[in-house]
């Protein structure tokens, strides 16, 4: 909308975008607001009506929010225990217009929802981006991984800058605290999306990378499953991948409003 309207205030574009797959299908929402529609403390933010507080030691998430494109109610409780914190920040490009920072990247969920009815509890990840440009401005793509392995959260994070020079971060984050950088493993490419959108991730050739499941195939943005054998059982990794050329194009600028309206009122 900022980009349509020429709206450079970020505070006037503020969204919460919840995501929930369920057996029954896919739950989505993205209602972009404005100003008016936030509220924020050091340690409370609302968008609409939907916020997050930190509570004691507990990440607090309220959801209500409505799906598209068809409507439907989202609601519920996300609580994170988010473990060890990390404070380090790293330049996803080389002029550091582009700052990347996982936050509690070994944390523990508690996740109890009205609308649809499901709860559970598991692993999850906490992290937060931000840049002086947008981001096709900066980069023509990227992939981006995280991995659960008993403990250690194994992330890998492949850019493409504007320039056409690529650069990547591997980097094992620990339930101890400790993060450790590593050598990763080579690059292998995986089936195009059904957008025939060009995805890979790091694998050596002896234990490839294989899609379980296809979460999100848009034109220019996929997200998947992936799995990999190792120490004697199946590690599963959260995908994404993403096109910077093709979001940019006009015509997907035209698609987005579709799957991102903007609320104009205060909630």
């Known amino acids: 909308m900022a ?12 969204t919460v975008n919840a995501i929930l797959y369920t ?11 404005g100003r008016a529609s936030l509220e924020r403390s ?4 609302a968008i609409g009506p939907s916020q997050y507080s930190w509570t004691g030691d507990r990440l607090v998430i309220d959801i209500d929010e409505k799906t598209m494109p068809i409507p439907r109610r989202i609601n519920g409780r996300i609580t994170v225990d988010p473990g060890p914190v990390f404070s380090r920040t790293w330049n996803l490009d080389a002029a550091g217009r582009h ?3 996982p936050i509690a990247p070994c944390a523990k969920v508690d996740v109890q929802f009205e609308r649809p009815s499901l709860n559970w509890k598991g692993h999850a990840y906490v992290d937060t981006n931000a840049g002086t440009e947008s981001l096709e401005a900066g980069f023509r793509s990227w992939t981006w991984s995280r991995q659960d392995r008993r403990g250690t959260t194994r992330i890998h994070y492949d850019v493409i800058q504007r320039n056409g020079v690529p650069r990547g971060l591997a980097l ?5 605290g400790t993060v450790v950088p590593f050598e990763p493993a080579p690059i292998q490419d995986l089936p195009l999306t059904g957008w025939r959108v060009s995805r890979h991730t790091r694998a050596h050739p002896s234990n490839p990378a294989r899609v379980l499941k296809g979460l999100e195939d848009t034109p220019f943005y996929s997200r998947s499953v992936l799995g990999f054998d190792g120490e004697g059982k199946e590690f599963k990794s959260v995908h994404e991948s993403v096109d910077l050329d093709r979001f940019r194009s006009p015509i997907v600028q035209m698609m987005l409003p579709f799957k991102m309206p903007r609320w104009t009122r205060r909630r």
């Open 99 to 101: 700052e990347w920072r």
């Open 42 to 45: 050091r340690s409370h933010v």
């Open 3 to 14: 980009r349509r309207g020429g709206d450079a205030d970020p505070h006037n574009h503020v």
């Open 23 to 33: 057996p029954r299908g896919k739950y989505w929402a993205m209602t972009e607001r």
């Open 172 to 176: 094992d984050y620990n339930a101890d």
